[in-house]
């Protein structure tokens, strides 16, 4: 079955770029996601990418996908300590499939 | 505001007991799915419906039932609670399966112990 895969923790300092990484295996994946869960809180949407693009970029945030290696990151310009939450990747297989996530990625912004 | 709402929001429960996690939405979505949200696990799939009058299992179904009452609302039920069962349970719709445009919308959690 599919597997989407994450590292589990990323600390960075307040100003910097963050970049979270993520694979899957399923080659059929359409769509691609990005979810930003912080604390107390549901998913939250923050950006996609369809498989057919490299590159989406929507202010400080940029997503590249290599399809070849089935890895999708997530780029974060300028992080802020509001950035501090636990991001999720996910991916849709084709025919209109359920979502898979990763296991999410603990991102921390300190001063 | 529009969107999934979930009840209760925390609950205790002692091993046996039974229990019925709430879930309504209001921006006619199709379909509805419940997830759990563990430790390094990430989000596992439990039950989905598709469409009204339609579940199905997902990754990990067991002690577990559900029930599509109507388009707007899917209920979870733990018949006899189990530690293992201890999580946070979300619950999310999308227009349909796989929605790319908007994804999924989320709850905003349950947070449910079993001791």
């Known amino acids: 079955g599919e597997d989407v895969e994450q590292s589990l923790f990323l600390s960075v300092r307040e100003g910097d770029s963050s970049v979270i990484n993520c694979t899957y295996t399923?080659?059929?994946?359409?769509?691609l996601y990005w979810y930003k869960q912080e604390p107390g809180a549901g998913l939250q949407l923050l950006t996609y990418?369809?498989?057919?693009?490299d590159m989406k970029q929507d202010q400080r945030l940029t997503v590249l996908l290599n399809k070849k290696d089935k890895h999708l990151s997530l780029r974060i310009a300028d992080t802020q300590t509001g950035d501090s939450a636990i991001y999720f990747c996910a991916e849709s297989g084709g025919g209109g499939n359920k979502l898979t996530f990763g296991t999410g990625t603990q991102l921390k912004v300190e001063l | 505001n529009a969107g999934v709402t979930q009840t209760p929001k925390f609950q205790v429960l002692k091993t046996g007991q039974s229990m019925t996690l709430q879930c309504a939405q209001d921006m006619n979505h199709n379909s509805m799915y419940w997830y759990r949200q563990d430790p390094g696990m990430g989000l596992r799939l439990i039950y989905y419906s598709a469409s009204e009058g339609t579940t199905d299992k997902g990754e990990v179904p067991n002690g577990y039932n559900v029930s599509r009452l109507n388009k707007r609302e899917f209920s979870l039920r733990l018949e006899s609670a189990a530690p293992s069962q201890t999580s946070v349970y979300f619950c999310?719709?999308?227009?349909?399966?796989?929605?790319?445009?908007?994804?999924?919308?989320f709850g905003s959690g349950t947070r449910l112990t079993v001791v």
């Open positions: 999310a719709s999308s227009e349909a399966l796989g929605d790319a445009t908007y994804g999924y919308t």
């Open positions: 990418i369809f498989s057919n693009m």
């Open positions: 399923d080659s059929s994946s359409t769509y």
